[in-house]
Each structure stands twice: as structure tokens, then as C-alpha cells.
């Protein structure tokens, strides 16, 4: 599979989805979806790639607790549109309170071996929630509207929001799961020296010993986890197109022009 990375110092796991196949042997347009983590930590040389990708809108998809507390960094001519997919914050989204233990790192020590499984069970609101499935329906349509240049698309590591939005993008463009998947799990070996740095961090805070094993659970994008999104879709709608047209408002005249639009 084709992908092309930004090579962003200050949001390493930013990508154009550009050059991702469909089934049918067409393949999304490079320079037009951008997915990635957060913008606050932008070099200028981060920036001027991002100018000359042709960026032109920014959807954020934090709280407003996690914009508040680190901006996104300001690209001159970009239109920057707010969609949180979380109502509030969940204690694994990296907010500073300033209390003693970070909440992230407190979520961590509570879950500890069974953070996978926490992981893998926060994926559901994601797809069964009113106010994520409403902030998702607006999304698709900031994406189908889209004029001119690129759209690039965040949260704060680029995975787990970001995650569920690229599969619901991709599958509306027929790309398969099995190729979904492979660009989902391109995260870890982006993130691979941040994940560290999170976990040395967190290792200040315990010396529990499955705290190393909940922060990569909570760092990590696994195939678990999207899969039980997949799962919740299947049951309740039988398919990632019965769920876009039933739950998201999203049909076969939307998904029509939305590959019209972003294939080639």
C-alpha cells in the first residue's frame, strides 16, 4: 500500500491518505485528507510543509478542555473547524488538571492489565454514542462540502478518534477493511519514541508493575480495538454502509459524490 508521510517533527504521526487503493483498483487523490495528531507542538519547518501540501482547513476533534489547553499552532490561510467526538474529557486524552498524578496516568494505574480490554470497550461509544455519531455525520459532510486544497483531520495522537474517522472515510470510499487495518496500525511505528517518552514520564508517577503495560495499551493502536468497532457495526447495522446511510445520515448519493470527489 502506497502512503505518504509528512515527516511532521512537531505531529509525527501526520499522512496524506493519498495513494490508499479501493477494491474496485481506483485509489484516493494525494494532497486532498490529511489525518494526524495534534498541531500545538508545529516547528516553522512543520508549518511551511504544510503550506506547500496545499493545506487550507484544519478539524479538530478534541474537547475544548484539550484545544484550550494546547492550541493548535496557527497556519496562515487556514480555516480551522471545531468537531469534538468526545462530549467530555475521558482520562485517557492526555489533560493536565494540575493535580499530582495526571488523570492520564491515574487511568493508567487503575487499569492496569486490563487496559487492553479498556482500550478495545472505548472504541464502542465511538460508533454507538448519539453525540460522537452526530460529530462523526458533520464530519463526513466538512469532507464531502470541501472545496479547495487539503483537509487535514486531528485529535490529539491521531489514532483512536482519528482511527474510526479514516475507517469510516476509507470504507466510504471503498477501500477494504484488510487495507484500513494496515494503514490504522502505521501509528505504532510512528509513535514508537513518543510512546516511550510517555511511558518513562508515567514511570515518575508509580512503580506499579503493570503501569508500563496500560500506557502502551492506551498508546497503542491495535487491530483489537478497531475491530470491536467493526463488530458493534456489523451487529447493530450489518454493514459499515448501513451504518453510514441509517445512523450517519450518509447514503448512497452522498457516498457517490464523495468518491467522485477524492478517487482517481
Not at 63 to 68: C, G, K, L, P
Not at 77 to 103: A, F, K
Not at 120 to 130: D, H, K, S
Amino acid at each position: 500500500m502506497k502512503m505518504i508521510h509528512l515527516g511532521l517533527t512537531g505531529a509525527p504521526n501526520a499522512r496524506d491518505l493519498g495513494g490508499i487503493p479501493t477494491a474496485d483498483g481506483r485509489s484516493v487523490q494525494p494532497g486532498m485528507l490529511i489525518r494526524s495528531g495534534e498541531l500545538s507542538r508545529l516547528t516553522q519547518t512543520d508549518v511551511q510543509k504544510l503550506t506547500d501540501a496545499g493545506l487550507k482547513t484544519v478539524v479538530d476533534f478534541r474537547t475544548e478542555y484539550e484545544q484550550n489547553e494546547k492550541p493548535d499552532a496557527v497556519i496562515p490561510g487556514v480555516t480551522y473547524l471545531h468537531c469534538p467526538i468526545l462530549e467530555q474529557m475521558t482520562g485517557i486524552t492526555r489533560e493536565q488538571t494540575g493535580n499530582e498524578i495526571p488523570p492520564y496516568y491515574r487511568a493508567a494505574i487503575r487499569a492496569g492489565k486490563d487496559a487492553a480490554e479498556r482500550m478495545a470497550g472505548l472504541y464502542l461509544p465511538l460508533v454507538e454514542g448519539e453525540y460522537s455519531t452526530t460529530h462523526y455525520a458533520q464530519f463526513l459532510r466538512y469532507v464531502l462540502n470541501h472545496k479547495d486544497g487539503a483537509l487535514l483531520y486531528h485529535c490529539t495522537a491521531g489514532k483512536d478518534r482519528v482511527g474510526v474517522a479514516t475507517m469510516l472515510i476509507l470504507e466510504a470510499l471503498g477501500v477494504t477493511r484488510e487495507t484500513i487495518l494496515e494503514d490504522y496500525l502505521l501509528t505504532n511505528g510512528f509513535l514508537a519514541a513518543e510512546t516511550d517518552q510517555v511511558v518513562q514520564e508515567a514511570m515518575q508517577y508509580s512503580d506499579s508493575p503493570d503501569l508500563e503495560f496500560a500506557v502502551r495499551a492506551f498508546e497503542a493502536a491495535s487491530e483489537r480495538y478497531l475491530r470491536n468497532a467493526w463488530a458493534s457495526i456489523d451487529r447493530n447495522y450489518g454493514s459499515t454502509e448501513a451504518f453510514l446511510e441509517q445512523k450517519l445520515q450518509f447514503g448512497a448519493h452522498e457516498i457517490s459524490a464523495l468518491r467522485e470527489k477524492y478517487l482517481a
